[in-house]
């Protein structure tokens, strides 16, 4: 299994981003996958998650109406598009795929920063 | 929304020492519990998912119990290798949530 992530950088606060996350070694389309936050020196933070065939998509209110995950399942690629960003947005993200039982996360991605500059 | 609260938050131990590390939620969660370990720059590792079951290729010396909103991370043997934050998550509702986390230095 692997979640190779790319995107992510310096943008403007108020600008946008679309982080990416390649996926490999199971059968993506068939996987819930989530994106979690970590700011500098603090936790961990859950962004957003994805059920297959992006049926269902569940935010945190912190990114609720800014944030927009996605997947193609195609090109076994999840998305998240980050608009509105703000300074409180500044994090190293990491996409991460669900258990087979529950909502913990058994695969991480490298995980990619995203910095939020005024 | 559940709110899981770690502690201590540091522990300072030496290699060979058994740890425990205690996680507690707002409210229950029956066994809807994971415990990872994150190292410096790395991300975080699944070690025990549905309270006390251990995740592939995580060694014996980690174990899990608890259930409801009372929970424990037991290290039986410190190995250098151990040395990190854990973190505990809750599964069983939404927002998923997280604990601050409890960081395991050498003493």
């Known amino acids: 299994v692997q979640l190779l992530q790319s995107g992510g950088g310096l943008v403007q606060t108020g600008g946008s981003l679309r982080l990416s996350c390649a996926v490999s070694g199971f059968t993506f389309s068939s996987d819930d996958m989530t994106w979690v936050r970590q700011a500098p020196g603090k936790g961990l933070e859950w962004v957003s998650s994805?059920?297959?065939?992006?049926?269902?998509?569940l935010y945190a209110d912190s990114v609720k109406g800014r944030f927009t995950i996605s997947r193609d399942d195609s090109e076994n690629t999840l998305y998240l598009q980050l608009s509105i960003l703000r300074a409180e947005d500044t994090a190293l993200y990491y996409c991460?795929?669900?258990?087979?039982?529950?909502?913990?996360?058994?695969?991480w991605g490298q995980g990619t920063q995203v910095t939020v500059s005024s | 929304e559940i709110v899981l609260s770690q502690s201590p938050a540091t522990l300072s131990l030496s290699p060979g020492e058994r740890v425990t590390l205690s996680c507690r939620a707002s409210?229950?969660?029956?066994?809807?519990l994971a415990w990872y370990q994150q190292k410096s720059g790395r991300a975080p590792r699944l070690l025990i998912y549905?309270?006390?079951n251990r995740a592939t290729g995580v060694p014996a010396r980690f174990s899990g119990s608890g259930s409801g909103a009372d929970f424990t991370l037991t290290i039986s043997s410190l190995e250098p290798e151990d040395f990190a934050v854990y973190y505990c998550q809750q599964c069983a509702s939404w927002p998923l949530t997280f604990g601050g986390g409890t960081k395991v230095e050498i003493k």
């Open positions: 409210q229950s969660v029956g066994r809807a």
């Open positions: 994805i059920t297959p065939g992006g049926t269902t998509t």
């Open positions: 991460a795929k669900k258990c087979a039982s529950s909502w913990c996360h058994d695969s």
């Open positions: 549905e309270a006390s």
